[in-house]
């Protein structure tokens, strides 16, 4: 059974940053591309970052591009998520998320991280 687990959320201050991390487990774990997704209070989630883990592209929404960077880390099955010059627009549960895929990637996930909370201040 895979499991994605995230840690690094927290309060900081507008302008701020923060590193989340998410590790993934399970026997026979290999996704093709592992991301990052939000949700704020009333809001759908949304896609922030993904990256593939063969190839080590990586894809960023407007709203985050030139703030945060996505990282692997294969040997350690972990993806991590800087984020810089953050804003109180980005407050939100931040879930980590993997494809069942393990070569292609489809943009399709399926294995869903509990979730951590960002919260940036004004």
């Known amino acids: 059974q895979v499991q994605l687990v995230e840690s690094g959320g927290g309060l900081v201050q507008a302008g701020g940053s923060l590193r989340l991390s998410c590790a993934a487990s399970?026997?026979?774990?290999?996704?093709?591309?592992m991301g990052w997704f939000r949700q704020a209070p009333g809001k759908e989630r949304e896609f922030v970052a993904d990256?593939?883990?063969?190839?080590?592209?990586?894809s960023y929404a407007d709203s985050v591009k030139g703030r945060f960077t996505i990282a692997k880390d294969n040997a350690k099955n972990t993806v991590y998520l800087q984020m810089n010059s953050l804003k109180p627009e980005d407050t939100a549960v931040y879930y980590c998320?993997?494809?069942?895929?393990?070569?292609?990637?489809?943009?399709?996930?399926?294995?869903w991280g509990q979730g951590t909370q960002v919260t940036v201040s004004s």
């Open positions: 990256v593939s883990m063969s190839g080590g592209t990586a």
């Open positions: 399970g026997r026979t774990f290999s996704s093709a591309a």
């Open positions: 998320a993997a494809e069942k895929s393990r070569v292609v990637q489809t943009g399709k996930y399926e294995y």
